[in-house]
């Protein structure tokens, strides 16, 4: 539970999923400035007195996809990726400890020298000692990604909510860049979601979710104090969960 700061908190514990892209500065794969500002939105909440753990995606640094497309062998271009993740979590630790928030990496492939090894209860201590909890390398397994990875990590911790951040407000009928027709969903419902093809998260980690009443809220990350507003109940951007109607109606439509 979160301490007495925490107040009006509408979660104790959630996952935030970042994306390598997030690391991104323009002459920097990891850019120093950027990966700060992150880690000041993150400690934001931790000061709070809720329980926060990130899991990161490797973009920034590599894209298996595009080198699998080349040839190479998929699950080689992965585990290339999961170490990608490592790179991003590692950033992220000293930028939080730079500003006085305990934080510990733990990695699903072994590497003693830098990370913790995944451990679920470890993790747990962790959280409850009010430290941030990074998750790097994945699943530690080929073929999975990082959506899934966050699904995983936020059941066997027990979050409340998958945090997804991203660089638009919310889901959208269509891309809003492209589509200026395009509407802002408030809610869905996990099935909407998989019918309708939207680009949440991949097909795995959206049954996971939708298989233990997991909920997303998809928000603008580059909004300051966004992650803030949605632990303390704030309506925006996109929130996915069991919602009891058979379509999309008005009310859950941002026109």
């Given at each position: 539970?979160?301490?007495?700061?925490?107040?009006?908190?509408?979660?104790?514990?959630?996952?935030?999923?970042?994306?390598?892209?997030?690391?991104?500065?323009?002459?920097?794969?990891?850019?120093?400035?950027?990966?700060?500002?992150?880690?000041?939105?993150?400690?934001?909440?931790?000061?709070?007195?809720?329980?926060?753990?990130?899991?990161?995606?490797?973009?920034?640094?590599?894209?298996?996809?595009?080198?699998?497309?080349?040839?190479?062998?998929?699950?080689?271009?992965?585990?290339?990726?999961?170490?990608?993740?490592?790179?991003?979590?590692?950033?992220?630790?000293?930028?939080?400890?730079?500003?006085?928030?305990?934080?510990?990496?733990?990695?699903?492939?072994?590497?003693?020298?830098?990370?913790?090894?995944?451990?679920?209860?470890?993790?747990?201590?962790?959280?409850?000692?009010?430290?941030?909890?990074?998750?790097?390398?994945?699943?530690?397994?080929?073929?999975?990604?990082?959506?899934?990875?966050?699904?995983?990590?936020?059941?066997?911790?027990?979050?409340?909510?998958?945090?997804?951040?991203?660089?638009?407000?919310?889901?959208?009928?269509?891309?809003?860049?492209?589509?200026?027709?395009?509407?802002?969903?408030?809610?869905?419902?996990?099935?909407e979601v998989l019918q309708r093809g939207l680009e949440v998260m991949d097909n795995t980690a959206l049954t996971l979710c939708m298989d233990n009443g997991l909920p997303i809220i998809v928000f603008d990350m580059n909004v300051p104090g966004n992650i803030r507003r949605v632990v303390f109940g704030e309506q925006i951007g996109t929130t996915v969960s069991a919602v009891?109607?058979?379509?999309?109606?008005?009310?859950?439509?941002?026109?």
């Amino acid at each position: 539970m979160a301490n007495s700061k925490a107040g009006a908190a509408a979660f104790d514990r959630v996952l935030l999923k970042i994306s390598g892209e997030a690391f991104l500065g323009s002459e920097s794969s990891v850019d120093a400035v950027t990966t700060a500002w992150m880690a000041e939105q993150i400690a934001e909440v931790a000061r709070e007195g809720v329980s926060i753990a990130v899991v990161v995606g490797g973009g920034n640094i590599w894209r298996g996809k595009a080198h699998e497309a080349a040839g190479m062998d998929r699950a080689t271009a992965d585990y290339m990726g999961m170490l990608a993740t490592v790179i991003n979590a590692l950033a992220l630790q000293d930028a939080l400890e730079r500003i006085g928030i305990a934080s510990r990496v733990q990695t699903a492939i072994q590497m003693q020298q830098i990370a913790e090894p995944y451990i679920r209860r470890r993790a747990m201590r962790h959280l409850e000692k009010g430290r941030v909890v990074i998750f790097g390398a994945g699943t530690g397994n080929p073929y999975f990604t990082t959506d899934t990875t966050a699904a995983l990590r936020a059941v066997e911790i027990g979050a409340q909510a998958i945090l997804k951040a991203t660089k638009v407000d919310g889901i959208y009928s269509a891309d809003p860049k492209k589509d200026l027709t395009a509407t802002r969903f408030s809610k869905l419902d996990y099935l909407e979601v998989l019918q309708r093809g939207l680009e949440v998260m991949d097909n795995t980690a959206l049954t996971l979710c939708m298989d233990n009443g997991l909920p997303i809220i998809v928000f603008d990350m580059n909004v300051p104090g966004n992650i803030r507003r949605v632990v303390f109940g704030e309506q925006i951007g996109t929130t996915v969960s069991a919602v009891v109607r058979t379509s999309v109606t008005l009310e859950n439509v941002v026109q």
